[in-house]
């Protein structure tokens, strides 16, 4: 009996001796939530936090981690002052009058030198961030995704609704188009300009079609970051829109031409419309051209159409950035053109989103014939990419068989 009382005592001091070891082994389990990050390394030390920090994120596939509709952005900066997060979602950190240096402060996690901010998105949101630790600007080193910006790759986060990319590598169904070059000798511009040419497929085997046709503003960034040449292959090859040719060209002085330069509109109007008109088996009418662009680029695109309706009878503008400009004053009081527009509004593009608003209100008190679509991401062509064969769709929907 003896013997089974100091076995049941011993039992019972094993347990308590397990009880605390259980708990402080628990205790060091890599937490699921954020919130639980947070309380466990409220008191830890700085090795053991960033330690855990590093577990954290390695199990959560990298930053930043998203919860419902707030994303958790984590940055280290041990010995610097502490990082500010900077992204769409915030401008980058610019307002009217520059930068801000206290837009995007992050808040300590305990002493471990990591820092955090929360960032509320909509649940489709696709953007862009990066972080700022002094005048030093770098990408997340442990971030999930990057995209291309202008000129330069950014982090990248997409909410769990986001949007997929268009399949440019496999989505393609069956061949492409094919680019060509051609020059313009401009006497408005006072020098020739280059001009890069879609064909789409079958252009070469049917010598009597003629097609309709889309003239891009900037249009070696559209070939080059914004993959225009796919996606009009795209489009086209899985029955979207018809067969199109594209018309790429670049500004000379961008900031001149794309606002409403009397001479750079004599150079689309008399000079690139009659050397793509002889040149190639386009549709002569203006009911079957389109002009297009984005950014500055929507800002030439509306204002050619507004002063070139006959020439264009379509005109696509992706965040038109129309500020200092009049043109929104000019579309008030000029009489309404018989255009089809085309535009977006970027949700997180928080310096042109409210010149796309005002001009959309414009366009229904004028009763102009318009789509106008939201879209949850800032300002680059990535995000406008997925909008193109839908404008395309618009514009020149497939033709029926017969």
């Not at 961008?254 to 002889?278: C, H, I, M, Q, S």
């Not at 193109?388 to 929907?397: D, R, S, T, V, W």
Request: a positive charge; aromatic letters at 12%; charged letters at 25%.
């Amino acid at each position: 009996m003896g013997h089974h009382r100091s076995l049941i005592s011993l039992g019972l001091l094993a347990l308590l001796f397990f009880i605390p070891v259980a708990e402080s082994r628990a205790g060091k389990k890599v937490p699921e939530k954020f919130s639980q990050l947070l309380v466990q390394t409220k008191d830890m030390k700085p090795r053991k936090a960033r330690k855990l920090i590093r577990k954290y994120l390695r199990r959560q596939g990298g930053n930043p981690i998203v919860e419902g509709d707030t994303a958790f952005f984590l940055a280290e900066s041990r010995k610097g002052p502490a990082p500010r997060l900077l992204g769409d979602f915030n401008g980058f950190g610019r307002t009217e009058k520059g930068m801000d240096p206290a837009i995007g402060a992050m808040t300590r996690i305990g002493e471990s030198g990591w820092f955090f901010r929360h960032q509320k998105l909509e649940k489709d949101a696709w953007v862009r961030y990066q972080f700022a630790i002094g005048d030093r600007v770098f990408n997340d080193p442990h971030g999930k995704r990057t995209l291309q910006g202008f000129g330069k790759p950014y982090s990248a986060i997409a909410m769990p609704d986001a949007p997929s990319p268009l399949d440019l590598k496999t989505g393609i169904k069956g061949p492409g188009g094919k680019m060509v070059s051609g020059e313009v000798a401009s006497k408005h511009m006072g020098e020739t300009r280059k001009v890069q040419i879609y064909l789409p497929p079958g252009y070469d085997e049917d010598f009597d079609t003629k097609y309709p046709s889309i003239y891009f503003g900037d249009g070696s960034g559209y070939l080059e970051m914004g993959r225009a040449k796919e996606i009009l292959d795209y489009a086209i090859t899985n029955d979207l829109c018809q067969p199109v040719i594209g018309v790429f060209t670049d500004p000379g002085d961008r900031r001149k031409e794309y606002r409403g330069d009397p001479a750079y509109r004599a150079f689309v109007t008399k000079e690139l419309l009659r050397y793509v008109n002889y040149t190639y088996r386009v549709k002569l009418r203006g009911e079957y051209r389109a002009i297009f662009g984005g950014s500055r680029g929507g800002l030439r695109a509306l204002d050619m159409a507004l002063h070139h309706p006959r020439e264009f009878g379509f005109c696509g503008a992706f965040a038109p950035a129309l500020t200092p400009t009049n043109l929104i004053e000019k579309y008030a009081k000029t009489p309404t053109r018989r255009v089809k527009i085309f535009m977006l509004g970027g949700l997180y593009d928080l310096r042109w989103y409210p010149d796309a608003l005002e001009m959309r209100d414009t366009l229904k008190a004028k009763k102009y014939d318009f789509i106008y679509r939201d879209y949850p991401s800032g300002h680059f062509m990535e995000a406008w990419n997925l909008y193109l064969p839908q404008m395309l769709a618009e514009f020149f929907p497939p033709e029926k068989q017969t």
